[in-house]
């Protein structure tokens, strides 16, 4: 079973995003924060992370740039799902080392689809 890595300060948004891609079959870890996720991604490994951009404690710009130094991070996909749909913001996010970028809100099956597409 692949897992996910799923990155977003939102309380609901966490439980969508567990909810969908638990019922199309994947194991997924939930963060509050990009720390939270960086302190998990240090001892852990994942198939994917999908992160928001705007968090406290770590942004996902710069969770993607820690992720993006470890080494056993350096070929996963890395997926934003983030309100920012500007075109500067998305630059930093390819800088960064972001794989794609997934603007809220969401379409489930689109989700779904997007990192299965990724992860193949």
């Excluded at 996720?37 to 852990?44: I, M, N, P």
């Excluded at 942004?59 to 350096?74: Q, T, V």
Aim: hydrophobic share 45%; net charge negative; glycine share 10%.
């Amino acid at each position: 079973m692949q897992c996910v890595l799923a990155v977003d300060d939102s309380a609901s948004i966490r439980g969508l995003v567990d909810y969908v891609l638990g019922q199309a079959g994947f194991d997924v870890v939930l963060a509050e924060d990009g720390q939270e996720a960086l302190d998990y991604a240090q001892s852990h490994t994942v198939d994917l992370v999908l992160t928001d951009i705007n968090m406290p404690n770590l942004d996902g710009i710069g969770l993607i740039k820690e992720l993006r130094a470890l080494p056993h991070y350096k070929y996963v996909p890395l997926l934003v799902l983030t309100t920012e749909s500007g075109t500067d913001m998305k630059m930093q996010g390819k800088a960064a080392g972001a794989t794609g970028w997934i603007v809220k809100p969401f379409d489930p099956g689109q989700l779904v689809a997007t990192i299965e597409k990724v992860l193949s």
